[in-house]
């Protein structure tokens, strides 16, 4: 639901001002890469855990 909303709300902005649909496409690219360094932190402490618990 939510990606649908997005999109839509992209589409929606494309019409009116593409400053605005470039400024979100950077905030979804940062939003993404602070996601991926999330999910390699949590995996990294997994790790650490298992290790602990040998």
Same mark, same amino acid.
């Given at each position: 639901m939510t990606i !649908?909303?997005?999109a839509g709300?992209?589409?929606y902005?494309?019409?009116y001002d593409m400053d605005v649909v470039f400024i +979100?496409?950077?905030l979804a690219c940062? !939003? +993404?890469f602070n996601i991926t360094q999330t999910l390699k932190t949590i995996l990294r402490t997994?790790?650490?855990k298992g290790r602990?618990?040998?």
């Open positions: !649908v909303t997005a709300g992209v589409f902005v494309i019409k +979100m496409l950077v940062a !939003v +993404m997994d790790k650490h602990n618990l040998e």
